[in-house]
């Protein structure tokens, strides 16, 4: 047993001395090709095996993996209660510095964890997941030097895969490509609270909606099309504009837009220039996911000696902005009255149409500015219950919900619903009132033309399918071997 440990830890000692001593790690502040930012993981997750997982969610048109570094205490699952937060960068090929910002910040989580106070409860209380490069075969015909071409955009079969989901009013103008499915099946499948998307060309934060109705496009003029979360975006937004050095200014001055001006260094997608088919808006539309759009600087491809000042205006807003999932709004569990989670149940604020819907723990997150807010949870077969809550600036208000079966109006006049405190329940005579943003109501009605992909988790097995399957496997394994 001693032997088995010694072993293993020498193993373990071993492959950080490799990692460390072939020059891999610590990551290094210049360009990566794919083969080395996938050694950079690989070096990472074999260095912190205890906080981090490597996994690909899928492949690119030339069938690269779409790596995905997951960093947090336990990695390897949704645990009830933790966020899950996401960074994608390298989405057009030829934007490069968030993938080179992307491995600095693993890199950073990964080496200050029980080191730097702050870190630690980051990384134990959040579930981090970075997207290094989401076009890693656009990046192969980018270059180095390059600032503002379109070289390298698209993916390779020639498609801009910010403009390939699924949009509201556009639908799916051009076929879906591998690397956008993937996404949508990993933004599907986990939780998501929060999330940027990593762009360069300019200096701004962009959020929803980057789209807009035909009738408003054709105007001509520009026009700020805003989302039912207009304040939660805008406040966010500013965290990390005014978190960066520069950005806050609003005057990027690149050499092809001297006199680009954003105020505060944010800017409204739609106000700015309207995009059909972006992921942020599908995140907001199809998911409990709010993203925003981050563009680092000028210089899409710059020089390699540029990335450690970039690293060093970034880092405090990356790690700035992932930390709003514990500070923001209003989080917690719904749950039955026997205390099991409740799955899909809504959370509704009042005069604000985009509802966020609890997963299969029971546990949700819903943003909000500080403020008070009327809260209704709602599920079929469950009485609603309206709840009045206070949003803090400075840590998530904490509330826990039981909703009680409509069928069980008996047991629930014996035993009383509890309330949790410091939320006190109130009841409104006119439960209606619930007034939506219009603009949204019409578009709720839009079918998106591209399905969500099926959860697996409707592949419900009744125990007696599940013994049938398991014998099943336990012949198939028996006349492997016997074959053989
Ligand atoms: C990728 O980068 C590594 C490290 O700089 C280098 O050794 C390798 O030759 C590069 N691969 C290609 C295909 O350029
Ligand atoms: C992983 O966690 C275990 C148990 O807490 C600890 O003994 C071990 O040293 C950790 N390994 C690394 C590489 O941090
Ligand atoms: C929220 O309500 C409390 C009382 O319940 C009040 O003291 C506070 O001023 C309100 N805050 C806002 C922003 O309206
Ligand atoms: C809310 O419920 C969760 C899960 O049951 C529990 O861990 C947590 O302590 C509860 N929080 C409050 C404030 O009641
Ligand atoms: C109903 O909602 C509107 C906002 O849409 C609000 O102004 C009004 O006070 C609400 N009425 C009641 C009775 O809550
Ligand atoms: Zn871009």
């Not at 988790?457 to 492997?480: D, N, R, Y």
Request: some cysteine; overall charge positive.
């Amino acid at each position: 047993m001693a032997t088995t440990w010694l072993i293993f830890c020498l193993g373990i000692v071993y492959s950080v001395q490799r990692a460390q001593s072939s020059g891999i790690l610590p990551v290094k502040a210049t360009h990566h090709n794919n083969s080395a930012l996938h050694q950079v993981l690989e070096a990472l997750a074999a260095t912190y095996p205890n906080i981090t997982r490597l996994y690909s969610i899928g492949k690119s048109y030339q069938g690269k993996e779409l790596w995905v570094l997951e960093i947090t205490k336990n990695p390897g699952r949704h645990i009830p209660g933790k966020p899950e937060f996401k960074y994608v960068a390298n989405m057009h090929g030829n934007e490069v510095v968030g993938r080179e910002l992307l491995l600095l910040f693993a890199d950073y989580l990964c080496s200050n964890y029980g080191n730097n106070d702050r870190v630690t409860r980051l990384v134990d209380t959040t579930r981090i997941h970075l997207l290094p490069s989401m076009n890693p075969d656009g990046w192969e015909s980018s270059n180095e030097g390059d600032c503002s071409s379109v070289r390298g955009r698209f993916n390779a079969n020639g498609v801009d895969l910010n403009r390939n989901f699924p949009d509201p009013y556009d639908g799916q103008r051009n076929e879906l490509q591998p690397e956008t499915q993937a996404v949508m099946n990993w933004i599907h499948q986990e939780p998501f609270v929060l999330s940027a998307n990593l762009h360069g060309g300019t200096l701004v934060v962009n959020y929803p909606f980057d789209n807009l109705p035909k009738e408003l496009k054709r105007s001509g003029s520009r026009v700020y099309y805003s989302s039912p979360d207009d304040d939660i975006f805008v406040s966010i937004a500013k965290v990390y504009s005014k978190t960066h050095p520069t950005m806050h200014i609003g005057h990027p001055k690149c050499p092809i837009q001297r006199n680009e001006r954003f105020a505060d260094g944010i800017t409204n997608g739609a106000a700015w220039y309207p995009i059909s088919g972006g992921m942020q808006d599908y995140n907001y539309y199809k998911t409990n996911c709010f993203e925003i759009t981050l563009e680092l600087g000028c210089c899409k491809y710059p020089p390699a000696l540029y990335i450690k000042p970039y690293w060093y205006a970034n880092r405090e807003p990356l790690l700035k902005y992932v930390e709003l999932v514990h500070t923001t709004g209003m989080k917690g569990f719904v749950m039955d009255e026997r205390g099991r989670p409740l799955e899909g149940a809504r959370i509704i604020i009042e005069n604000r149409a985009k509802k966020i819907k609890t997963s299969k723990d029971g546990d949700f997150w819903r943003l909000l500015v500080p403020g008070n807010y009327t809260v209704r949870v709602a599920k079929r077969k469950y009485k609603n219950t309206k709840l009045r809550v206070t949003v803090n600036p400075d840590q998530a208000t904490v509330v826990n919900i039981t909703l009680v079966s409509k069928s069980s109006r008996n047991l629930n006049r014996r035993r009383p619903v509890k309330t949790v405190s410091p939320v006190q329940v109130f009841i409104d005579k006119d439960e209606r009132n619930v007034s939506f943003h219009s603009a949204l109501a019409h578009r709720d009605r839009l079918r998106l033309s591209a399905k969500a992909p099926k959860k697996s988790a409707s592949l419900k097995i009744t125990p007696v399918a599940h013994t049938f399957l398991i014998s099943l496997l336990v012949l198939f394994f028996q006349m492997m071997f016997i074959d053989n």
